[in-house]
């Protein structure tokens, strides 16, 4: 697609349930990445996927939280038994690797809003 | 591992006045840096990036960066500020294309 979609645009859920969260990358991106943004809390990197290679799981702060990458492109992330401190703005960007101006200039989708009740 | 710190969360100065955000990096490599802009309920984009070519580097909107190897910094400048100007500002550094960000600079701009 032209740009990074991102769905839900708005999740509102109970404290316990699971939640999933889509990602479609702009389409030869081969580099994609979830970042949560809370108040006041800056951009936290969560998870990095790069081709094939394993993904960068480093940021993902407990393991309620997980994410896939499907085919090299729609990603999946999924936050189960959720908490009210998992409130925030879920952000997906993707991006260009290999050589080149747009090397790792990330385009950004236009992210989840997670309200967990 | 590869990390920015962006000094001071929030910056008020005048319209007409110079813009001045911090930024260090830590590196034990040259990096890529990036400065990106996040306009009030809009998404994020990014204003420039520094790759080595140059150390001052040009972005959109009559903002600059100047990486200053010795000083580990990457600080954001414009010369004169305008309204339109408000905003967050985020610095950030690709550490082998997994991409940090520093916990944002929000600039308001005085009438």
């Known amino acids: 697609g032209a740009g990074v979609s991102q769905s839900p645009s708005n999740k509102v859920t109970e404290k316990g349930k699971d939640v999933e969260l889509r990602c479609d990358p702009i389409?030869?991106?081969?580099?994609l990445y979830w970042y949560r943004q809370s108040l006041g809390q800056g951009l936290e990197f969560l998870i990095y996927?790069?081709?094939?290679?394993?993904?960068?799981k480093s940021g993902l702060p407990s393991d309620r939280f997980s994410a896939e990458r499907t085919g090299g492109s729609v990603s999946t992330l999924t936050i189960q038994r959720t908490q009210q401190e998992d409130s925030a703005v879920y952000l997906c960007?993707?991006?260009?690797?290999?050589?080149?101006?747009?090397?790792?200039?990330?385009?950004f989708g236009a992210g989840s809003r997670l309200t967990v009740l | 591992a590869q990390s920015v710190t962006q000094l001071g969360s929030h910056v008020s100065v005048s319209e007409g006045a110079l813009v001045l955000l911090r930024c260090n990096y830590s590196?034990?490599?040259?990096?890529?840096l990036f400065w990106y802009v996040q306009y009030p309920n809009q998404g994020l984009q990014l204003l420039l990036k520094?790759?080595?070519?140059?150390?001052l580097v040009k972005g959109i909107n009559g903002f600059e960066a100047e990486f200053k190897k010795s000083e580990t910094s990457f600080h954001l400048t414009k010369p004169s500020a305008h309204m339109s100007d408000a905003a967050e500002y985020f610095c950030?550094?690709?550490?082998?294309?997994?991409?940090?960000f520093g916990s944002g600079t929000r600039l308001s701009i005085r009438p």
């Open positions: 960007a993707s991006s260009l690797r290999g050589a080149g101006a747009m090397r790792d200039v990330l385009t």
């Open positions: 520094y790759t080595s070519a140059a150390t």
């Open positions: 590196s034990s490599v040259p990096p890529y």
């Open positions: 950030a550094v690709s550490d082998r294309g997994k991409i940090i």
């Open positions: 389409s030869g991106h081969t580099a």
């Open positions: 996927f790069q081709g094939n290679s394993a993904p960068d």
